[in-house]
């Protein structure tokens, strides 16, 4: 092992309030578990903790190629982390593509872990390196810690009996080890899972165990890194807690709300990424009542969803971008039908096929306006990996109680994300009021409405005495047969669109974090809000007066909005797409003067330079 620019010393503890690590390499090199482990063992330690998986969209890309890096970020505090964070004090590359893709990130000065048993003449030249990184002094600003970890995972396994392939595959828990010799952290986590994840191959769960070993006391006894460092655990309202993804905790608030509700939960959906994984872990939960169909296109899945509606259940289907679309048509039966029906949108970068693993608000409009004709629906967005729990209980909810369908917007970047999050008692969820009837009246029609929300009644078929038509064609406003008259389709389109409207008087105000009026008003939705928050935090604390209205509800607008927007000097409106929210707001308050700031790269924004960006805003005034 070499370490470049630092001289060998005794140890020192370093204590930090928060660190920025990433784990890079080839997609082969267990980058994602890697990081999962380490962020695991920080949360059960007691830090706030955030993450951000990143990698390619081909399934087994070129090795050692420059698209082919995967990596792992992970941010872990004693603070409030409200993102993966933005410059790295660490970054752990398994290869020279890794070191080059992602060196930019690194803040001078600060450390480098490679495994220079990668650093061949041919890795370097797929990494488009003309010279040896490692010896023509272009690092000379970072720390640089140079280990042979696939030598000496070689020689940790050599008496093991295994081949070279699941020789090499472990390397990364060297670097692993390593790592958790640098922050403080027990191994002990690691290893369990080992024990559990293999228990039917307890040679791999061993060989795993003395590699992860192996790079922690080797870390340890050369005392040639100068710094451990120590992250205190954070102060979190009490209470039981687990580390949780997007895509996890909208599996789960979708299990709360048919458990509240007293319906059986049906998932029809098509795989796609980055929404895939909703469907993994709802098909696990069969002894709940789930039932998952893995349908063969995105309009089988839809459509089976709408059948499973019509039959009484909480209906679901997931998607992404590309299958929004093609689900469009069926959307408009359900929205014709008036039975409730969630569709979640796990927004990717486009267009067509686009950037399947990278994140993106690309999807706002085609959730708004991607129908034919007059369609309506309730949208609404999860921001954060724990949150997407919330709002997908209220996405059930909102459905059930206004018996329209609601698109439920969260992305690639909060569904792969990770945090803690804080298990809620179901008893604590709020009521779900069904607008199942299971008895005739003598005055009973189909389209019978609440005076209220407008929303009808939903009758289950084999419901004596309830039986009614229902269909794509216009209906009929009382009876539910088809109609071609001229003023009861008017009136149908009003009753409908009047119907997500008054959804309005149901769901919360729009709230102004930090300063309900000032000199500048930042307006985000979705994913982007940890980058917000963090942003408008850091120069609010300088005394700016600096507000943060964050939208969850996008149809219908909170009640509110005008009033909020109205008491900022500037808007400016933050996007990962071309504008879609500012085209919306600027047709609907048309009165106001917005500022855009976009961003359409496959990642998410920079807290540093959202503050640059308002900073000059604000010094404008």
């Known amino acids: 092992m070499a370490v470049n620019n630092i001289e060998p010393n005794q140890t020192e503890v370093e204590s930090l309030s928060a660190v920025v690590i990433r784990f890079v390499g080839d997609s082969g090199d267990g980058m994602q578990l890697t990081g999962t482990q380490f962020t695991d063992t920080s949360a059960m330690f007691g830090n706030d903790v955030a993450t951000f998986p990143n990698y390619p969209a081909e399934i087994r890309a070129p090795q050692g190629s420059l698209y082919g890096v995967s990596g792992f970020q992970v941010h872990i505090g004693s603070i409030e982390i409200s993102t993966p964070g933005d410059d790295l004090d660490l970054l752990v590359a398994m290869n020279p593509a890794g070191l080059k893709t992602n060196l930019h990130a690194v803040k001078a000065g600060h450390t480098i872990i490679v495994d220079i048993d990668a650093f ?20 000379e600003n970072y720390r640089v810690i140079e280990v042979s970890m696939t030598s000496m995972t070689k020689e940790s396994l050599k008496d093991m009996g295994l081949d070279n392939k699941s020789i090499t595959r472990s390397k990364n828990m060297f670097a692993l080890g390593m790592v958790y010799w640098m922050y403080d952290r027990e191994m002990d986590h690691t290893l369990n899972f080992f024990n559990q994840k293999f228990k039917y191959k307890p040679e791999v769960a061993e060989a795993n ?23 205190s655990p954070s102060e979190m309202q009490s209470g039981t807690y687990r580390i949780v993804n997007g895509n996890t905790a909208t599996a789960w608030g979708f299990l709360a709300a048919a458990e509240k509700s007293g319906l059986e939960l049906f998932l029809g959906s098509y795989p796609i990424t980055p929404a895939t994984d909703i469907l993994h872990e709802l098909v696990k939960h069969k002894n709940f009542g789930v039932k998952a169909f893995q349908a063969e296109d995105e309009i089988a899945g839809v459509t089976s969803a709408i059948g499973a509606s019509f039959a009484g259940d909480l209906a679901i289907t997931t998607t992404s971008g590309p299958g929004l679309a093609l689900k469009g048509e069926a959307i408009g039966l359900a929205l014709m039908t008036e039975l409730p029906l969630v569709i979640v949108n796990v927004q990717r970068g ?20 991607g129908r034919n004709g007059e369609s309506p629906v309730i949208v609404i967005a999860a921001s954060t990996p724990s949150d997407c729990f919330d709002y997908a209980y209220i996405a059930a909810k909102l459905t059930l ?3 329209t369908p609601v698109i439920l917007l969260t992305d690639g970047y909060i569904a792969n994300g990770s945090e803690p999050w804080r298990i809620k008692s179901i008893n604590d969820m709020p009521e779900i009021k069904t607008k199942i009837i299971d008895e005739r009246s003598e005055t009973w029609h189909p389209y019978d409405r609440d005076n209220e929300t407008l929303s009808r009644n939903w009758a289950i078929p084999g419901s004596a005495g309830l039986e009614h038509r229902v269909g794509g064609l216009e209906k009929d406003k009382i009876t539910g047969n088809v109609s ?9 389109t009003n009753i409908r669109a009047e119907k997500v409207k008054r959804v309005e008087n149901y769901i919360p105000d729009l709230q102004a974090e930090y300063n309900e009026e000032g000199d500048l008003l930042v307006i985000g939705w979705g994913g982007t809000y940890g980058s917000l ?36 000097k500037k808007i400016i409106i933050c996007e990962l797409n071309k504008g879609q929210l500012a085209t919306i707001l600027k047709g609907r308050f048309a009165e106001h003067e917005y500022i855009q700031y976009n ?23």
Request: charged share 25%; aromatic share 12%; hydrophobic share 35%.
């Open 350 to 369: 486009g267009p067509s096929t686009g950037l399947p693993t990278k994140t993106e608000q690309s999807d706002l409009l085609q959730a708004m306006y």
């Open 533 to 568: 928050h963090s942003a408008v935090r850091r120069l609010d604390s300088k005394g700016y007066k600096i507000g943060h209205a964050h939208f969850h509800y996008l149809n219908p607008f909170p009640k509110n909005t005008a009033e909020v927007l109205s008491k900022f």
């Open 599 to 621: 961003k359409v790269m496959g990642l998410p924004f920079s807290v540093t330079d959202l503050t640059e960006k308002f900073k000059n805003l604000l010094k404008e005034n």
């Open 209 to 231: 165990a003395k590699v992860l070993k192996a790079g922690f006391f080797y870390a340890e006894t050369l005392e040639l890194i100068p710094n451990a460092y120590k992250i």
């Open 401 to 403: 109680e206004h018996m």
């Open 120 to 139: 061949s003449k041919k890795n370097l030249q797929k990494a488009e390196y003309e010279s040896n990184p490692l010896e023509d002094g272009s690092l």
């Open 484 to 492: 071609y008259i001229p003023d009861n389709h008017e009136y149908m």
